[in-house]
């Protein structure tokens, strides 16, 4: 089945500045790429995803990236902000009849 | 829209007991999905229903099981409960299908005695 990694766990950055989540996946024929941040205490909410037909897509601060190649994804977000703390799950959708397979997540903190 | 609601938010059983989740998707969406998330495994994926059928499941034993009845509502339920069955259990519904965009609901929390 599919398997996702996710790195780092842990990202403290300073407000305004750029944070980056990495994921690598192993199923070539994975072909869905959303991500999801979760706060404290609620489920996970989507964010952005992204199609293996696709190499980039942006949405105000946010952008993710997919290299299908190398079979990596990244999370951008820009000019952060102290709401943007919370833990954010890549995830992928395997060629299988699975579900989403999910990153162990990251731990956005945003210092001020 | 309203969002995906889950039923109850908390709950305490012991050991052996059974318990029964209970899951009501976006109005209009017809796929619900059933995740499991844990601090140990993170969140893993338990089964698909779409239009009343179970599409897919992930691998967790037959202990583990769901319904979807025809307003596209969800049930999901755990026979002879374990210690390591406490976990936050999500919903997410979909308007095609777990290949499409999903959205969770706020989970249950499940605490085993």
């Not at chain 1, 706060?39 to 909410?45: A, D, S, T, V």
């Not at chain 2, 908390?10 to 009501?24: A, D, E, M, P």
Request: charge should be positive; include cysteine.
């Amino acid at each position: 089945g599919e398997n996702v990694e996710q790195h780092p766990s842990t990202l403290s950055v300073q407000e305004g500045d750029s944070a980056v989540i990495k994921c690598t996946y192993s199923d070539s024929a994975s072909n869905y790429f959303p991500w999801y941040k979760q706060e404290l205490g609620k489920g996970p909410q989507l964010i952005i995803d992204i199609r293996s037909n696709v190499g980039e897509k942006k949405d105000q601060r946010i952008a993710v990236t997919l290299n299908k190649t190398a079979k990596h994804f990244s999370l951008h977000i820009t000019e952060t902000q102290p709401e943007d703390s919370a833990v954010y799950f890549c995830a992928a959708r395997g060629g299988g009849a699975d579900g989403l397979t999910f990153g162990k997540g990251t731990h956005l903190i945003i210092q001020p | 829209k309203a969002g995906v609601t889950q039923t109850p938010r908390y709950l305490i059983k012991t050991r052996g007991q059974q318990v029964t989740l209970s899951c009501s998707p976006i109005s209009g969406h017809r796929s619900v999905s059933w995740y499991q998330q844990t601090p140990g495994q993170g969140l893993q994926f338990l089964f698909e229903y779409f239009s009343e059928t179970q599409r897919n499941k992930g691998n967790f034993p037959g202990r583990f099981s769901g319904r979807q009845f025809s307003n596209s509502r969800s049930e999901m339920n755990v026979s002879t409960l374990e210690l390591g069955d406490s976990a936050l259990y999500l919903c997410a519904s979909s308007p095609q299908g777990a290949a499409y965009e999903q959205y969770f609901g706020p989970g249950t929390r499940l605490t085993v005695t």
